[in-house]
């Protein structure tokens, strides 16, 4: 590919993610709500500047190995789940290879892929599988050529959960064909009452992708990691080689006072995605424009707007005309819908959705 042929975003979503307009109540992001430095007690004292860490702070990695219970040349650490992402498909995809991608999805997934030079194919997660992971369409998009096949646990915009059963079956589907499959599980960690432990951690046919950001509420940290078995750790770190070399030191001393603390966190977001979810579900019930899955958990719902093929026309008169800034679906394959965050400060996504009212009571279509 010559630079003129180059695409002119990799990922639109992203890009719109970062340059859109910004609204008075701007419900558009993912993340969950950060952490002030007094909410990491020891912080101040625990931060470095300078270190050996040459594959990863050696007790950053220990740390991660032991949290989920594998050795640590299974454990591989990147800059944030993005970086994860690269280096896991990297460590498996060559330009020429086949790439099977769940749509709707988060589409920086798709973007690596074609930037390694990878074909790109998809298959159906969308509203008529109710967002569910289903073995079968995963196997009718299947072919001898794919090397990779990527997911989200819980699904990013939708919210749904991945049943270990459906997830071991296209571990087995990906087997049958040489493929490994990545499973980015940002938003996992915080659930509770349902099997959370990494895939990678079930059977080496999965990587398993995570952070500190979504479930933790360290997104400044860029703290991420991979979980595999120990040939692609190895070649997913000499990816690294080639992008940022090494971590960064503060944030990585950083990353294991988190990790003493990850339960604490993990109480700390649950009393941030409650009520923020709880006010959310009550919202979309009460709406009879509105459908939609209600999700396990995560960050974010993933509502559609009945009568409409494209919600963009009613995502941007809400940001125009009373200042609520909500996602476009088409960034996720899912132009009906429009994805609204609900793990941000709790005023601001109550009034943001008392304006997105406001919005629906024109009337829409």
Not at 164 to 188: H, M, N, P
Not at 291 to 318: C, H, K, M, Q, S
């Amino acid at each position: 590919m010559s630079q003129t042929d180059w695409p002119a975003t990799w990922a639109p979503y992203m890009t719109w993610a970062k340059h859109h307009d910004r609204c008075r109540y701007d419900l558009t992001g993912s993340n969950l709500l950060p952490c002030s430095i007094d909410e990491l007690p020891g912080s101040r004292d625990a931060m470095g500047l300078y270190g050996r860490n040459d594959d990863g702070w050696p007790p950053l990695v220990r740390t991660i190995a032991a949290r989920y219970g594998v050795d640590v040349d299974c454990v591989a650490t990147a800059s944030g789940a993005s970086g994860a992402n690269f280096m896991a498909l990297a460590s498996v995809l060559r330009p020429g290879d086949t790439v099977l991608v769940e749509w709707p999805g988060y589409d920086p997934h798709a973007g690596v892929a074609h930037f390694l030079g990878a074909k790109v194919n998809t298959f159906a997660r969308g509203w008529d599988q109710r967002f569910e992971l289903d073995p079968e369409c995963v196997e009718a998009a299947l072919t001898p050529d794919t090397r990779a096949i990527v997911l989200t646990n819980l699904h990013n915009p939708s919210g749904a959960y991945a049943q270990a059963s459906a997830l071991a079956t296209v571990g087995d589907l990906a087997r049958s064909v040489g493929a490994k499959v990545i499973v980015d599980e940002v938003y996992l960690d915080v659930l509770e009452g349902v099997e959370r432990s990494p895939a990678a951690t079930r059977d080496a046919v999965f990587i398993s992708t995570n952070s500190l950001t979504k479930s933790y509420g360290l997104a400044g940290l860029r703290v991420g990691w991979m979980l595999a078995d120990p040939e692609t750790v190895e070649r997913a770190l000499r990816v690294r080689d080639v992008i940022d070399a090494v971590g960064s030191i503060p944030s990585e001393t950083l990353g294991v006072l988190a990790f003493e603390h990850l339960d604490e966190l993990l109480s700390r977001a649950r009393r941030v995605l409650e009520p923020g979810s709880a006010l959310f579900r009550d919202f979309v019930t009460s709406r009879a424009e509105l459908d939609w899955v209600e999700p396990i958990g995560g960050a974010v719902g993933f509502p559609r707007l009945l009568g409409v093929e494209d919600a963009e026309p009613f995502v941007e008169l809400a940001a125009a005309d009373f200042d609520v800034g909500v996602t476009p679906g088409r960034y996720f394959g899912e132009p009906a819908h429009f994805r609204v965050a609900v793990a941000g400060e709790f005023d601001v996504l109550e009034a943001g959705l008392e304006a997105l009212g406001r919005a629906l009571d024109l009337g829409v279509g």
